[in-house]
């Protein structure tokens, strides 16, 4: 008799000969980060806190607004205010200084002019060409804190004698009274050279006497101009204030 079997045979499995294992995958420790057109071996922890960081970088430069003109032109204005401060002070100081040195050398009631010219004669050129810059950039600065675009408003601020307008007011009288002085400080600066053509025997005191007095009034001017823009330190009219 034939066996007969009732069980049919499980199918046998056909496997692909280019198939993969099938597995769960592990993950390594080191990861290959590509840097200069090579790959490098970084470990995975070091590459994840270096890739947040520069995310965090990228986030915070983003955030940070950037600068218009108009932010640029309010910082330097603000630092030029903050100079001006500085320039104001030196200049009160430097011209008492000067008045104090002239009449030091001229000795009581001016008798010894002869010996300021011998001992002042070097300082004649940096005295005033430092006094010249100071009192442009302390007239520059105080008239910036007028508000000059509305003239009627300067005027009355003048007619009101509001400090401000006043410490501009002098510092430009100062100015003026300096300029006016020039030829006499090259007179004094050229003492030694050209002392018989340019110093006459006994013109001395019609010469300096003069000068000596438009210093003192210079001195007096830039004081109480300092003065009047130290009682109002941060006053400022800023003309694009609607803008802001």
């Given at each position: 008799e034939d066996d007969i079997i009732t069980d049919t045979p499980p199918p046998i499995p056909q496997h692909s000969?280019?198939?993969?294992?099938?597995?769960?995958?592990?993950?390594?420790?080191?990861?290959?980060?590509?840097?200069?057109?090579?790959?490098?071996?970084?470990?995975?922890?070091?590459?994840?806190?270096?890739?947040?960081?520069?995310?965090?970088?990228?986030?915070?430069?983003?955030?940070?607004?950037?600068?218009?003109?108009?932010?640029?032109?309010?910082?330097?204005?603000?630092?030029?205010?903050?100079?001006?401060?500085?320039?104001?002070?030196?200049?009160?100081?430097?011209?008492?200084?000067?008045?104090?040195?002239?009449?030091?050398?001229?000795?009581?009631h001016l008798t010894a002019l002869s010996n300021l010219l011998e001992q002042y004669h070097s300082l004649a050129y940096p005295y005033q060409s430092l006094l010249y810059m100071l009192l442009a950039i302390s007239t520059v600065a105080a008239f910036d804190r007028v508000n000059l675009a509305k003239g009627s408003m300067a005027l009355r601020e003048l007619i009101t004698l509001d400090p401000v307008a006043l410490a501009s007011f002098l510092y430009f009288s100062a100015l003026v009274l300096c300029l006016s002085q020039q030829m006499t400080s090259d007179r004094i600066n050229l003492y030694p050279s050209f002392n018989t053509t340019l110093w006459p025997p006994g013109s001395e005191h019609q010469i300096l006497h003069p000068w000596v007095t438009v210093n003192l009034v210079v001195a007096l001017l830039v004081g109480l101009a300092w003065i009047f823009i130290a009682t109002r330190p941060l006053c400022l009219h800023m003309f694009f204030s609607s803008e802001l």
């Open positions: 000969l280019f198939s993969a294992p099938q597995g769960q995958s592990q993950p390594v420790g080191k990861v290959f980060v590509e840097r200069n057109k090579r790959f490098q071996a970084a470990e995975r922890s070091e590459w994840r806190k270096t890739s947040e960081q520069m995310d965090n970088m990228t986030d915070f430069q983003q955030m940070q607004p950037l600068w218009t003109t108009r932010d640029v032109s309010l910082r330097v204005h603000e630092g030029f205010r903050v100079f001006g401060l500085y320039c104001h002070g030196f200049l009160a100081g430097y011209a008492v200084w000067n008045i104090v040195v002239v009449y030091m050398l001229a000795g009581q």
